[in-house]
């Protein structure tokens, strides 16, 4: 089955804590990207990556670490997070072109306190 | 610049109405992708459709329809005979062919249809 896998799906942690949320996909897909969902914000990119070695910022980058060594994952790393990164997750795929429908990942929710 | 933006924030409706989301974007490119996903109380982002900027055909899938018109850069979304199981939060995105991967998302709409 195709899918985006996100773990954990929920996380609490406190302030200056590193956190790693990870991201798997099987669909072979060159792109995967991070967003974050805030109320009346809508989904906002954090980071994105076209293919292994290759990533770039998206409009909220500050605070936010990726990497992608393999094409299949896309880890997010928070190495100092704060309370104002706490948020709904979600990393999503897509095959190359900007057509291609992206495929979300279940989310992660992460509380900082 | 990119950018999307859904009015409605909360539209509430009785079943069996038709309801309309709006959705209207800006873009300078001339080759763009326009997108709506719907997220349930469950929480996951599920695709409903997509058309690309030389695609100004409308569509309709069993009570969906959309309309997609270039000359007031809006793509909206109706459901007809709205049902329970439409209350969602809709969000319309926007993705443009020079912009490699990056999708503009707008604030979304919450849809509740009461029974």
């Known amino acids: 089955e195709a899918q985006v896998t996100q773990n954990p799906r929920y996380l609490i942690t406190v302030t200056g804590k590193k956190l790693t949320v990870t991201c798997s996909q099987n669909?072979?897909?060159?792109?995967m990207s991070w967003y974050r969902q805030d109320p009346g914000l809508g989904l906002r990119q954090i980071y994105y990556s076209m293919n292994v070695e290759v990533t770039d910022k998206g409009d909220v980058p500050e605070g936010y670490k990726v990497s992608r060594k393999e094409k299949r994952n896309f880890p997010l790393i928070l190495e100092s997070p704060s309370p104002n990164q706490t948020s709904l997750y979600f990393c999503a795929s897509r095959a190359s072109g900007s057509f291609n429908i992206q495929y979300f990942g279940a989310g992660t929710r992460l509380s900082v306190l | 610049a990119q950018k999307v933006t859904q009015a409605q924030t909360e539209i509430s409706v009785v079943e069996k109405e038709d309801v309309t989301l709006d959705c209207v974007y800006e873009t300078r490119d001339t080759t763009y992708y326009l997108f709506w996903y719907k997220q349930p109380p469950s929480g996951e982002l599920v695709f409903l459709i997509r058309r690309n900027s030389f695609d100004e055909q409308n569509e309709i899938s069993g009570r969906y329809s959309w309309n997609f018109q270039k000359s007031t850069s809006s793509f909206n979304f109706t459901i007809t005979a709205s049902q329970v199981v439409d209350s969602a939060v809709y969000f319309c995105a926007l993705s443009e062919r020079t912009g490699g991967f990056k999708t503009i998302f707008g604030a979304g709409t919450r849809l509740f249809v009461k029974a």
């Open positions: 669909m072979n897909h060159e792109y």
